[in-house]
């Protein structure tokens, strides 16, 4: 066993039975192949028969079995004999197990380690192991959760402030006001500080000053407005505010206080602006469809979608059809969009008619046009047919529609195969051997054709 081959495989979910496959096996009884893989390399089979040996009580098993995995010095089979140790009350075991990984310089390991330290009522340790590491967003980030418990937030506010006042031209052109600043998440993470002191004016000043206003779809200043029932000053910003996450938030206060006109006004108000509809027209929908309105959320979606058929949107769209007993409307709908695009109907909207039909009952007539498609012979639409076949009952020619791409559809025909009961065949499928890819060295030119 080979720490390298277990990451490369666990990363790309190559040449492995992979976590989706594990559930399904043990799912459905096949506990002992699972223990049998365990002992032979298979990591997500180590580590899900680990924890169910944990959860039965029999610990010492359940350390024996990540025991080689550990011996490779593979960081993630070490966090998770930590995350068991730990969940078994031996904190300071699992301290013990991660921290040579910390000294090693592995910045996942050491993000896992101060929070395990903090956990565990050390807070101030974990804080001075990340403090030299600052510039890095992620550790930063970790640095200002444990300064809390630590009682170090005026130390933590000083290193970002340093790194803020740091912050140089992002490039030579003198026309250009960004500025790199190491962390990026700098500004944010300091508006959290103050906030949590009770410095509300100096976080929303802060936050005032960002380039960058939303991560992950959350805006950290509409959330901050939010807490502190500064409703005015909300609804002042989502008018602003581009990407519609400011008014989103606004549209969860209103609701929240049981004021459902409000936020969907807030919503039909920013969908007016250019644009606007296509930022907050799923969230408006979501929110009508939680108060028993789906045929307003379906008008919203259908009227934008006439104009912008997104892909997104009109699987949002078609997905509240067929939720609400209306299938034969989302395909009348489909009709429509192709019928403006001269009849032709790309593989991303025609994909989308297929759970249709079959909520119709024409699983069969789905079937035969998806065979008859110009992209049916394509391996994305391999796996919407095999996916049909199964869910016809005809299991055996799911799996050999998938057999036509040998080359990558292993894991997909893998699950073919165990719910044919053939375990062995789907193991094997997945063991092929796989052969890692290299990366030539640049040669100083910029590729032109795809893959670039």
């Not at 250009?176 to 000043?205: F, H, K, W, Y």
């Not at 292993?410 to 165990?418: H, K, P, Y």
Request: glycine letters at 8%.
């Amino acid at each position: 066993m080979d720490a390298d081959d277990l990451d490369y495989r666990a990363r790309t979910l190559t040449g492995c039975i992979p976590p989706r496959l594990v559930a399904r096996l043990l799912e459905l009884g096949h506990e002992r192949e699972v223990e049998f893989q365990a002992g032979r390399g298979e990591w997500f089979c180590a580590l899900e028969w680990a924890r169910l040996l944990g959860h039965r009580g029999r610990h010492g098993q359940a350390l024996e079995v990540l025991a080689p995995y550990v011996a490779t010095t593979w960081w993630p089979a070490a966090r998770a004999r930590a995350e068991l140790l730990e969940g078994w009350g031996r904190a300071e075991e699992a301290i013990a197990l991660s921290r040579p990984y910390t000294e090693a310089g592995d910045r996942l390991a050491l993000v896992f380690f101060a929070r395990l330290l903090a956990r565990h009522g050390r807070s101030g340790e974990a804080f001075m192991l990340l403090r030299t590491g600052i510039q890095d967003g992620v550790l930063a980030q970790c640095l200002v959760e444990v300064a809390e418990t630590a009682g170090m937030d005026e130390e933590a506010a000083a290193l970002l402030e340093g790194r803020m006042e740091a912050a140089v031209p992002a490039c030579n052109d003198p026309d250009c006001d960004n500025l790199r600043m190491e962390p990026s998440n700098a500004v944010g993470l300091l508006a959290t500080i103050r906030e949590r002191q009770g410095r509300i004016e100096e976080a929303i000043t802060l936050l005032h000053t960002r380039k960058t206003t939303s991560r992950n779809g959350r805006d950290q200043l509409a959330d901050l407005l939010a807490r502190h029932d500064r409703v005015t000053e909300l609804r002042v910003y989502a008018a602003s505010e581009y990407h519609g996450h400011a008014v989103q938030r606004l549209a969860e206060v209103l609701e929240e206080r049981g004021d459902v006109e409000g936020a969907i006004a807030a919503y039909r108000i920013f969908g007016a602006r250019p644009s606007g509809m296509r930022q907050v027209a799923v969230s408006l929908s979501e929110l009508l469809v939680r108060h028993g309105r789906s045929d307003e959320a379906i008008e919203v979606l259908r009227a934008h979608t006439e104009h912008d058929a997104e892909d997104w949107l009109v699987h949002t769209l078609c997905t509240l059809y067929a939720d609400h007993g209306r299938s034969r409307e989302g395909l009348a709908h489909l009709d429509a969009i192709k019928a403006r695009c001269d009849g032709k109907e790309y593989w991303d909207l025609f994909q989308m008619r297929l759970p249709l039909m079959a909520d119709c009952g024409l699983l069969d007539e789905a079937i035969e046009e998806t065979r008859a498609h110009p992209e049916g012979d394509t391996l994305y639409a391999a796996w919407a047919l095999s996916d049909m076949l199964a869910k016809a009952g005809r299991t055996e020619e799911a799996d050999a529609v998938l057999a036509q791409h040998p080359e990558v559809n292993s894991s997909r025909r893998a699950e073919r195969l165990i719910d044919l009961g053939r375990i062995q065949d789907a193991v094997r499928l997945l063991q092929q051997p796989i052969s890692k890819p290299t990366t030539p060295a640049w040669d100083g030119t910029y590729l032109t054709e795809p893959p670039f």
